[in-house]
């Protein structure tokens, strides 16, 4: 199917375990980001990829870490998770970065919930 | 740098009009806007950019006051549908992502 895809789309793990959350899009999109969502922040993002083999830190990279080997792909991995950690996460992919144009529209995958006991 | 979202939450009838204001410490030079269902991914409704024009999507319009360094969503004649958590995301400058407030949630009764 077309679009962008989240899995799972329901975690559990224990505190100390490695987490790898999957994002996959079918679009080509140049852009990927990582963002968790607590209640009360908002949307927070995590990393960001803009383009194969180029990841940069978002507002709270600490305690995640990214790849993006191939441009439809861009998991996010808890190295050693924490309860802090416990949230939704989301992907999403633009066809081009700067804020400015339309093609800088964000499309959200449908979200993983991670628990964290 | 996150920017402030006013009301947190608002209560309307069907057919009442609101307003969401999404205000920022530093000049913006964009806006976007989503609108995020319960349970569901944020989509996209508009950009608004610096010198740029009042922008509409059906019956839900934004404007962009650079004096202000404010942007207002405009929800005329709300219906159900409306119900949501409407996130403005803002940008500095041209080539930064954009960091999202903390939302503002509608919900809309019949």
Redesign the interface.
Known sequence: DAGITQSPRYKITETGRQVTLMCHQTWSHSYMFWYRQDLGHGLRLIYYSAAADITDKGEVPDGYVVSRSKTENFPLTLESATRSQTSVYFCASSESGGGAHSTDTQYFGPGTRLTVL | Q?PVQSPQAVILREGEDAVINCSSSKAL??V?WYRQKHG?????LM?L?KGGEQKGHDKISASFNEKKQQSSLYLTASQLSYSGTY?C?T?LI??????????TRLSVLP
């Open positions: 996150q030079y964009s976007h569901e991914a944020p989509v996209f950009i950019l996130f995301g940008a041209y080539g930064q992502n954009f960091v999202f407030g903390p939302g």
